[in-house]
C-alpha cells in the first residue's frame, strides 16, 4: 500500500498537466465522447455487426471478444477492491472531474482493460479491423487521464493487464 501511496504522489503533476488539457470546451467533449464509447458501446456494436459483415469468421471474432471481455471484467473487480487507489480528482482539487465515474476506485483502467483485449483479438482475427481501432484505443486511454479519473499508471496497468489476458486467450485458441 505504501508502494501505491508513492506512486499516487508521483504521478498528480502528470495528472495535472494531462488534465489541464481538458479545460478547452472541444477537447472536453471529444475526450468526455471516446471515454463515452469506450465504455462498451462501440464494443458491443462492433461484435454485433462482425457477423454480419464477416459470417463465421466475424462470430468466432466477436465470441472470443466477448469472451474476453467477461474474463477481464472480474480480475478488473478484483483489483480495484483488492487497491483501494482512490481516483485523482480526490487527490487535488485542482484536477477536474470532467465525467461521473463508473466506480470509486481508480486501479486499474478497465475503458483501457477492455480496448487494449479488445484490438489485440479483433486484430488477430481481422487485421485490418485491428489497425482502425488501435487509434479509437489509444483515444480511450488517453481520455481516462484528459478526464481526471485515472493515474498514468492504472492506464499502463489496463493495457498490461488486457494485452496479457488477450495474448493468453490467443495463445489457447489457436489458429484463427
Given at each position: 500500500?505504501?508502494?501505491?501511496?508513492?506512486?499516487?504522489?508521483?504521478?498528480?503533476?502528470?495528472?495535472?498537466?494531462?488534465?489541464?488539457?481538458?479545460?478547452?470546451?472541444?477537447?472536453?467533449?471529444?475526450f468526455?465522447?471516446?471515454?463515452?464509447?469506450?465504455?462498451?458501446?462501440?464494443?458491443?456494436?462492433?461484435?454485433?455487426?462482425?457477423?454480419?459483415l464477416?459470417?463465421?469468421?466475424?462470430?468466432?471474432a466477436?465470441?472470443?471478444?466477448?469472451?474476453?471481455?467477461?474474463?477481464?471484467?472480474?480480475?478488473?473487480?478484483?483489483?480495484?477492491?483488492?487497491?483501494?487507489?482512490?481516483?485523482?480528482?480526490?487527490?487535488?482539487?485542482?484536477?477536474?472531474?470532467?465525467?461521473?465515474?463508473?466506480?470509486?476506485?481508480?486501479?486499474?483502467?478497465?475503458?483501457?482493460?477492455?480496448?487494449?483485449?479488445?484490438?489485440?483479438?479483433?486484430?488477430?482475427?481481422?487485421?485490418?479491423?485491428?489497425?482502425?481501432?488501435?487509434?479509437?484505443?489509444?483515444?480511450?486511454?488517453?481520455?481516462?487521464?484528459?478526464?481526471?479519473?485515472?493515474?498514468?499508471?492504472?492506464?499502463?496497468?489496463?493495457?498490461?493487464?488486457?494485452?496479457?489476458?488477450?495474448?493468453?486467450?490467443?495463445?489457447?485458441?489457436?489458429?484463427?
Amino acid at each position: 500500500m505504501r508502494m501505491m501511496q508513492r506512486m499516487t504522489e508521483a504521478e498528480l503533476p502528470l495528472c495535472l498537466a494531462f488534465n489541464r488539457i481538458s479545460r478547452r470546451w472541444l477537447v472536453n467533449r471529444l475526450f468526455a465522447a471516446v471515454s463515452r464509447l469506450g465504455n462498451g458501446v462501440f464494443w458491443y456494436v462492433l461484435m454485433a455487426v462482425l457477423p454480419l459483415l464477416y459470417g463465421p469468421l466475424g462470430v468466432r471474432a466477436s465470441l472470443h471478444m466477448a469472451l474476453v471481455g467477461l474474463l477481464c471484467l472480474p480480475l478488473y473487480k478484483w483489483l480495484k477492491q483488492a487497491t483501494l487507489r482512490d481516483r485523482p480528482y480526490t487527490r487535488d482539487a485542482a484536477i477536474l472531474q470532467n465525467v461521473p465515474p463508473l466506480d470509486r476506485f481508480s486501479f486499474p483502467s478497465g475503458h483501457t482493460m477492455h480496448a487494449v483485449a479488445f484490438t489485440l483479438i479483433l486484430a488477430a482475427y481481422l487485421p485490418a479491423w485491428g489497425w482502425a481501432v488501435a487509434p479509437f484505443t489509444l483515444l480511450v486511454a488517453l481520455s481516462r487521464l484528459v478526464l481526471g479519473l485515472h493515474y498514468p499508471s492504472d492506464v499502463l496497468a489496463g493495457a498490461g493487464i488486457g494485452a496479457g489476458v488477450a495474448l493468453v486467450s490467443l495463445a489457447l485458441a489457436g489458429p484463427y
